[in-house]
């Protein structure tokens, strides 16, 4: 299995980050895509990319971060991009439903981001929430430039699935199609994915399973449970969970090119 979007800098695993990269691996996941969602965060992500084999990582400034951002945070960015650890540029995107960063500075850094992606000729990782419209009208402007990409998370209705679809992404699933009463949307739409198009994804450390048996003591998320996606979202699917793993393993290793 390859978990494509875990954030694995953040301060929940400072006290065991190699414990959860084993414990992950015991699992059976085995590849690692470590989201980076500032400048310092995508240096801090690509220092543990560096540090164990089969761990890769994002680099860009998640819409959160965007009124942060410095004069030269692009060139910083593109420097840690060059490293052959990098898979992506992001998560960048638009979130309209907590404005941390102005929708100004969220669609100028967003921009910026593509630009980047398309120069680089790295896919994207693709972050969006309550801003679909403009969101996707950004992306349209630069689609025709762009390698590919993911939506990461992906918490939408079946006509914006249709969409992203239609723009040529990957959909990325997380614990969210786990949690009957956030994801029963989700749950209901994922049939409409085609296997080729689908990854999966724990965004540890949020979004922990909810059809983990036993619940675990800690509300922290980890790569380890990935497994619980696959098992809900093969259930909603209809297909054989093998199948399952098997696809997006091989998904998620074309769209970021790992040999």
């Known amino acids: 299995m390859v978990d494509i979007g875990v954030n694995l800098t953040n301060s929940r695993f400072d006290k065991d980050r190699e414990d959860v990269i084993l414990r992950a691996r015991a699992a059976g996941v085995k590849e690692l895509l470590i989201t980076g969602t500032n ?3 995508s240096r801090q992500a690509l220092a543990l990319a560096q ?3 089969a761990l890769y990582s994002t680099a860009g400034v998640h819409p959160h971060d965007a009124d942060g951002v410095s004069d030269d945070y692009l060139e910083q960015l593109k420097q840690i991009c060059l490293d052959e650890n990098v898979s992506a540029v992001g998560e960048c995107g638009l979130d309209f439903n907590r404005n941390f960063s102005t929708p100004e500075n969220q669609q100028r850094v967003f921009q910026e ?3 980047l992606a398309s120069e680089l000729q790295k896919p994207v990782f693709l972050h969006q929430r309550d801003a679909f419209p403009t ?15 993911v939506s990461h998370c992906f918490t939408g209705t079946l006509a914006e699935l249709k969409q992203v679809l239609d723009m040529g992404f990957y ?14 949307e989700l749950y209901d739409i994922v049939r409409y994915i085609p296997l080729d198009r689908l990854l999966i994804e724990t965004d540890a450390p949020y979004l922990t399973p909810k059809n ?3 619940r675990p003591k800690s509300s922290r998320n980890e790569p380890s449970y990935l497994p619980f996606v696959a098992d ?4 909603a699917m209809g297909i054989d969970k093998k199948q399952l793993i098997t696809q997006t393993t091989n998904n998620a290793r074309q769209l970021f090119q790992w040999v």
């Open 135 to 149: 969101w996707k009208g950004i992306i349209d402007e630069h689609l025709a430039k762009l390698h590919g990409g």
């Open 51 to 53: 540090q164990h084999q």
């Open 212 to 214: 983990i048996r036993p």
């Open 39 to 41: 400048v310092l965060e």
């Open 232 to 235: 809900t979202l093969a259930i």
């Open 113 to 115: 981001q593509l630009v």
């Open 171 to 184: 959909i990325g699933i997380t614990g969210w199609i786990c949690d009957p009463k956030r994801g029963q």
